[in-house]
Nanobody
């Protein structure tokens, strides 16, 4: 079982930056980790993925602005968000899959004011 705890959300003006953290209860060395977000009235969408081999993928809507990274020593995954836009407002969730089991964090709210 994996527990994921997000932190770092908050209120920021458009153009600003935030860094989200996702702390896992165990080693993330062999795990792919991802960030999703869900805006009010919308479906949850994939934002970025960091796989166990070090490769990363970010969604087209945030490419060039968001970066996913990981610190294996701290069992933590980060999402650096720059040049934030009001449309980035959402609850951001950390996600991982172990075998056939899905694990989600509780989410952290990001609000971008115009």
């Amino acid at each position: 079982q994996v527990q994921l705890v997000e932190s770092g959300g908050g209120l920021v003006q458009a153009g600003g930056s935030l860094r989200l953290s996702c702390a896992a209860s165990g080693s993330i060395f062999r795990l792919s980790m991802a960030w999703y977000r869900q805006a009010p009235g919308k479906q949850r969408e994939l934002v970025a993925v960091s796989d166990s081999g070090g490769s990363t993928i970010v969604a087209g809507s945030v490419k060039g602005r968001f970066t996913i990274s990981r610190d294996g020593a701290k069992n933590t995954v980060y999402l650096q968000m720059n040049s934030l836009k009001p449309e980035d407002t959402a609850v951001y969730f950390c996600y991982s899959r172990v075998g056939s089991d899905d694990y989600w964090g509780q989410g952290t709210q990001v609000t971008v004011s115009s």
